[in-house]
């Protein structure tokens, strides 16, 4: 894999094998910050990767980075791909954490403690010592084995984990069962092969079921990854494409030898190999798992198509503009895996408590221990607490409980076109009383389009009147002009092509439509009057007065023959989205205040705000003045306010960073989502409501995880202590929290966007 670079730094993925808990990550983080000229490095159980940021002309290989992890005692690896591998199904039976392996363990354990759920029905039987100690070697030994190896491991590197707790306490039981069987044969005694033997499977268990967990806390990564196909009809450049040519000349390629200006087909039900322009064909496509827009989109003659959208009923010939690494897939990809292995500010602090978790636990299990030899004068009732407080506190559960939330949230948002870029969102959603959105773009359209068209008398119909106007305007580039031109196809109409016409720099344009009088088609009302007729400037603008109250750009339609006279005023504007009201609504549902960003004067700006429920607004503003307002936003009132800002320009950027969260929408600018901490990946603003549910749900399951894990401890160590907790009973509620806390995450799942 090579690594992603900029000026300054090189990026690196490492998978990390062979870590268990909190403890883990956090002796491969010291150890990996130790090393010079590693800038950062970011280390996350739940994907079992390490991000590695190196300075640029630093002497340190990768291959060095590699072997400290491995000295460290974990298995290390450059990343081949995007998020978590897809476990082999041999790999999840007969792995480390393998299903086959806990189903051995079990059947090799059943008969060492099913005696004792014989016991309430008054059946008093068990094996002989010699066959306890025959079924609990292997189980103890072999299956056991990694928890000696990683725990030898920790211990060597100073530093605690789970497997060192799992092992040093299963050896205390099954240690002092054997002893017991050599030293006092004929006594009355009991053996505790079977604490140790299911307090393994249980671990066990609970592996297997975080490695099933964990696989689906990714489900999102996997199901981008498998919108790639594997292969492109690319047709050759020398052909001239049709429908038929490009039917009977193609080669089918691997995706990776597509370039940029390759020309690809793509029939119907194929999903589209790269993003492009559309040189031949039209169809409806389904961009869901992309954007999460549910209908199928239309798509004409040069529209832009996104690589791993399914084509409908149409055959399309497309133009490559971007593949690979640079295609709208591939970056949300990155963004998403970005997301899941990045560490919430509150991970820190779990981080902090694990690293000495365990080292604390040892030490509590040797007081308990010694402290019931003293009292009760008994080393194996000593022996067995020690050992249940040593198995209940491993730190398994905390190490899962902000990722695994993390994972699961991240990735059903993205299922819906919402894409969380940093976990530090999720901290401040759930706090957020202002949304600041800036007018353009986002509530509205953000391009003009044409609104009315307004006579003076009934000498022109409307028809023939915007099949003029649009007729002048052709060829031409100025928005305005292909808001007239679409607007003319919208209806059915043709533009009437003009002769004699001519452009008039700062003023507009003139022809004269076949048959027709000369016409002259301002740009704006100013340049009416350097139009020949400006003596009708004034009737003009008192006509065009409401358009202008409105918000709305104006451009005067003009006989130029004599006498000179205005023929209609011709209104654009920049159109609400349909569901801007329903967005502002949705705010208001979760007490949050939405304010408006216009560079429109007051009277257009509120008129607007009213329309969609907004009562605070910001008229009359310059773009660089947006951050100040938004600065303004969160300290009004004296009181600490937390405030999203929405925009998709390149001058909302400022904006975006200051705000608490950033939204920025995708049909906006790259600078715009570079600096918003979530990307909406439609131009919906629905979904600013939707996101900022989705943060706090998630902020939700993390708050539920880390005080389950935490209550889970701290009530559990007392009661090992006092002996309420056998050691089997204590490996059974540990192996329980941790799927407890995956499940939890895990029902992020369900969650629907509510629009």
């Given at each position: ?6 000026t300054?730094?090189e990026l690196?993925t490492l998978d990390i ?9 956090g002796?491969?983080e010291k150890?990996l910050?130790?090393?010079p000229?590693?800038?950062a490095a970011s280390?996350n159980l739940?994907t079992?990767q390490?991000?590695?940021r190196?300075k640029?002309n630093?002497?340190v290989?990768?291959d060095?980075i ?5 000295k460290?005692?974990y298995?290390?690896?450059i990343?081949?791909?995007?998020g978590i591998p897809?476990l082999?199904?041999s790999?999840?039976?007969w792995?480390?954490?393998g ?18 759920f014989?016991?309430p029905f008054?059946?008093?039987w068990?094996l002989?010592?010699?066959?306890q100690l025959l079924?609990?070697?292997?189980v103890?030994f ?9 725990g030898?491991?920790?211990?060597m590197?100073?530093v605690g984990n ?5 092992a040093?306490?299963t ?10 069987m ?14 140790s ?17 964990k696989q689906?806390?990714?489900e999102?990564?996997?199901a981008l990854?498998?919108?790639w196909p594997e292969h492109?009809k ?6 001239v494409?049709?429908e038929n040519s490009?039917?009977?000349q ?10 940029p200006k ?6 119907p ?5 790269v ?11 389904d961009e869901?798992l992309?954007?999460?827009?549910s209908d199928?989109?239309?798509?004409h003659?040069?529209e832009?198509v996104i690589g791993?959208s399914?084509?409908?009923?149409g055959l399309?010939?497309v133009?490559a503009?971007?593949v690979?690494?640079?295609s ?7 963004l998403?895996?970005d ?7 509150i ?11 365990v080292?604390s636990?040892i030490v509590?299990?040797?007081i ?5 030899w003293?009292y009760l004068?008994?080393?194996?009732v ?5 050992v249940?407080?040593l ?14 939330a993390?994972m699961?949230?991240t990735?059903v ?13 999720l901290e401040l959603a759930?706090?957020l009383?202002?949304v600041?959105f ?6 509205t ?5 044409l609104?009315?068209?307004i006579p003076?008398?009934?000498s ?7 099949a003029?106007?649009?007729?002048l305007q052709l060829?031409?580039e100025h928005?305005?002009?292909k808001?007239?031109?679409d607007?003319?196809k ?6 009437i092509t003009p002769?004699d016409?001519k ?9 004269r ?6 016409l002259?088609l301002?740009q704006?009302l100013?340049?009416v009057?350097s139009?020949?007729g400006?003596s ?8 065009a007065?409401?358009?202008?109250d409105?918000g709305?750009?104006v451009?005067v339609l003009m006989?130029?023959e ?8 011709i209104?654009f504007?920049?159109?609400l ?8 609504t949705?705010l ?6 939405a304010v ?7 009277a257009a700006?509120n008129?607007?705000?009213?329309t969609?429920g907004?009562?605070e ?9 947006k951050?100040?307002?938004?600065r ?5 009132d ?6 999203a800002?929405v925009g998709?320009?390149v ?6 960073a200051t705000?608490?969260?950033g939204?920025a929408?995708?049909?906006?600018t790259?600078?715009?989502?570079q600096a918003?901490g979530?990307?909406l990946?439609r131009?919906?603003p629905t979904?600013?409501?939707?996101a900022?549910?989705i943060s706090?749900r998630?902020w939700r399951?993390i ?5 389950w894990?935490?209550?889970f401890?701290?009530?559990g160590?007392?009661l ?11 490996g059974?509620a540990?192996a329980l929290?941790?799927?407890c ?10 969650w629907?966007?509510v629009h």
């Open positions: 894999m090579n690594p992603q670079k900029d300054n730094s690196f094998g062979g870590m268990t808990c909190a403890s883990c990550v002796r491969v150890a910050d130790k090393i000229g590693v800038e280390v739940a079992e390490a991000k590695i190196i640029a630093s002497e290989k990768i060095d590699i072997a400290l992890v491995q460290t005692g298995s290390a690896k990343s081949a791909h995007h897809e082999a199904p790999k999840l039976f792995g480390a954490d299903l086959g392996r806990v189903v051995l363990g079990f059947a090799l354990s059943a008969p060492l403690f099913l005696p004792m014989l016991m008054g059946i008093h068990s002989s010592p010699t066959w079924l609990a070697t292997p103890q072999f299956l056991g084995w990694r928890f000696y190896k990683a030898f491991k920790s211990l590197s100073g789970m497997d060192l707790l799992v040093l306490g050896s205390a039981a099954y240690g002092l069962s054997v002893y017991q050599i030293a006092l044969p004929h006594a009355s005694h009991e053996l505790y092969f079977e604490g033997v299911v307090i393994i499977c249980m671990v066990m268990l609970g592996k297997w079921l975080e490695a099933r967990a689906q806390t990714s999102a990564i996997r990854q498998k919108l492109a690319v047709i050759e450049r020398n052909i494409i049709s490009a039917l009977d193609f080669r089918d390629l691997p995706l990776d030898q597509v370039f390759d020309r690809i087909l793509v029939l039900g194929e999903r589209i190999p993003d492009g322009i559309i040189l031949l064909g039209n169809s409806q496509v869901s992309l954007t999460g827009e199928p989109v239309k798509k003659l040069g832009k791993g399914l084509n409908g009923e399309l010939v133009e503009q971007a690979g690494v640079e709208v897939l591939s970056k949300i990809i990155s998403v895996e997301a899941q292995t990045q560490k919430a500010p991970q820190k602090l779990v981080d902090q408590v694990s690293a000495i978790f080292p636990v509590i299990a040797l308990t221990g010694l402290a019931n003293f004068d008994s080393a194996s000593a022996i067995l607490r020690a249940s407080v198995v209940i506190a491993c730190p398994c559960a905390l190490g899962l409980a902000t990722p695994a993390i699961a949230g990735g948002a993205a299922r819906f076109g919402i894409l969380i870029k940093d976990p530090q969102v759930h706090r009383n202002v600041a800036d007018k353009t773009g986002t509530l359209i953000g391009k003009p389009r609104l009315e068209i003076f008398g009934d022109y119909a409307v028809d023939d009147i915007l003029s106007a649009a007729g060829g031409s928005p305005l002009a808001a007239l031109l607007a003319a919208q209806r059915g109409l043709n533009p002769t016409s452009a008039l720099p700062g003023i507009g344009i003139s022809g439509p076949s048959a027709g009088v000369f002259g301002s704006n100013q340049s009057a139009l020949e400006n009708h400037y004034s009737a003009i603008l008192a006509k007065q409401a358009c202008f409105a709305q750009t451009s006989n130029q004599n006498p000179s006279s205005p023929i209609a005023i209104a504007g920049d159109e989205k349909d569901n801007a009201q329903e967005a502002v949705s208001q549902h979760l007490h949050i205040r408006m960003l216009s560079g429109d004067n007051l700006a008129r607007v705000a009213k969609i907004i009562q607004v910001f008229a009359q503003i310059m773009p660089s003045s951050a100040e307002i938004i303004q936003l969160q300290s009004k004296d009181e600490r306010q937390f405030v800002m998709d320009g001058n909302d950027a400022p904006a975006l705000a608490d969260v939204m929408m995708s049909t906006g790259d600078v715009a989502m918003a979530i990307t990946m131009g919906d979904l600013v409501a939707n900022i549910d706090k998630t399951k708050q539920q995880n880390l005080f894990a935490f209550i401890n701290a009530t160590i007392p090992a202590a006092l002996g309420y907790l056998s050691p089997m009973l204590a059974s540990m929290s941790s799927f806390v995956l499940s939890n995450a895990l029902l992020l799942k369900r629907r966007p």
